[in-house]
């Protein structure tokens, strides 16, 4: 099997590093950072009726919700002119909350699957946030990545995958995309005719009816028997 791929593509939040325990950290440090900082906001909104603006900034400004760093950024313009405040401050604030967004915790399987699978094969990431893998401690791992914001797009359209193949200079038959999420990640990369395994760690049943993943593992390891390396 391994023969028949020259890339492996991993998809970054809950594929790697479990997601929402990762965002809830860089929130509180963001939140705390303008509590400290621009204490009128936080005064005004908790760090939910943030969130929930910034949701509906997505909603009504398309072009943003596919970056999710310009949306944010956007969303702390629109905070500083309700509040009366200049705007030199917007991009530290930022910075704390995208420098804490990096500090994940990766799943145990992660470091020695990808040790492995680097022997053999090119690795790669695609994501719709703004997780940055060459900030985290395993980024050594990886040839290329593949961002939302840079592509212009996000999964499960797919145009990111096309995106992901230009850039690799692969075909879709040289590649297998891992990733957890059933629409974005296994209906994405299926409509774009990219071999697909489904990480599901949690034991989830498959709710689908359009597709179906190619392959479906509970551990990275799993993927290294898939392949045929062990």
């Not at 297998?176 to 760690?201: C, S």
């Amino acid at each position: 099997m391994k023969k028949n791929f020259k890339l492996v593509c991993f998809d970054l939040d809950d594929t790697l590093w479990p997601c929402l325990p990762t965002i809830q950290f860089a929130e509180n440090v963001y939140y705390e950072w303008l509590k400290n900082n621009r204490p009128l906001i936080t005064d005004t909104y908790s760090l939910t009726e943030l969130r929930e603006r910034r949701r509906l900034l997505g909603q009504h400004t398309p072009d943003l919700a596919h970056d999710m760093s310009a949306l944010r950024i956007h969303s702390l313009h629109e905070l500083a002119d309700e509040f009366g405040y200049t705007n030199e401050w917007i991009y530290e604030a930022f910075d704390t909350f995208y420098q804490a967004r990096q500090q994940v915790n990766f799943f145990d399987d992660v470091a020695p699957v990808l040790a492995k699978l680097k022997l053999e094969f090119q690795l790669a990431a695609l994501t719709n946030g703004n997780a940055d893998i060459y900030n985290t401690e395993l980024g050594h791992y990886f040839d290329f990545a593949v961002s939302a914001a840079e592509a212009g797009v996000s999964k499960p359209d797919p145009a990111i995958f096309d995106f992901l193949q230009k850039k690799s200079g692969y075909l879709a038959s040289d590649i297998l995309y891992v990733g957890d999420h059933q629409t974005d990640d296994i209906e994405g990369a299926a409509g774009a005719g990219i071999h697909n395994v489904w990480i599901n760690r949690d034991g989830e049943n498959w709710s689908k009816e359009r597709v179906k993943p190619d392959h479906t593992v509970q551990s990275l390891h799993d993927i290294l028997i898939y392949l045929g390396m062990e």
